[in-house]
């Protein structure tokens, strides 16, 4: 080849890559397509993952701080209402401690019924992608049978 019809060269002055010719071929642009397909839903996952474990942490502290409350709670109004009702009152002790009990039996199935409250769904935006990917595949589909 002589220098006038060689392909030029990449100087060090090109600020980005050489550019290439659009392949006829169609293999490479499909890969280099599936490849960035695939690298942006990793970062959508990778996005969520960590949005769904702060959620779950959050929802976890939350949940041992409500069950050391009602521990403590029983214990030390148990403690005190009973004495305290049977000594103003004069009711049976036993009654008394019933009572407590159910009124903070009541209180422990407010808090569980709160927590079980079902949360946003998670991943939401890689549900959508992979909902919007997979109807362009199925395009990609029908284009490739059509052009057959």
């Known amino acids: 080849m002589n ?6 060269t990449s100087s060090a002055t090109s600020a ?7 392949s006829s071929s169609g293999p490479t642009s499909w890969a280099e397509a599936l490849g960035g397909l695939v690298q942006s839903r990793i970062g959508i996952i990778r996005i969520e993952a960590g949005e769904a474990a702060r959620t779950t942490v959050r929802r976890a502290i939350f949940a041992a701080v409500a069950a050391l409350a009602a521990l403590f709670a029983w214990a030390l109004l148990i403690a005190g209402l009973v004495g305290l009702v049977v ?3 004069g009711w049976p002790w036993p009654y008394v401690m019933l009572g407590a009990a159910g009124i903070h039996l009541v209180a422990a199935i407010i808090a569980i019924i ?5 949360a946003s769904p998670a991943f939401p935006l890689t549900l959508e992608e992979f909902k919007k990917d997979r109807a362009w595949l199925e395009t990609l ?5 059509s052009s057959d």
């Not at 220098?3 to 030029?8: N, R, Y």
């Not at 980005?16 to 659009?22: I, L, Q, S, T, V």
């Not at 709160?114 to 079902?118: F, G, H, L, S, Y």
């Open 16 to 22: 980005g890559p050489p550019e290439r010719e659009p």
């Open 87 to 89: 000594l103003l009152a």
């Open 141 to 145: 589909q029908k284009n490739k049978k």
């Open 114 to 118: 709160a927590m079980r409250r079902p």
């Open 3 to 8: 220098s006038e019809t060689a392909p030029p």
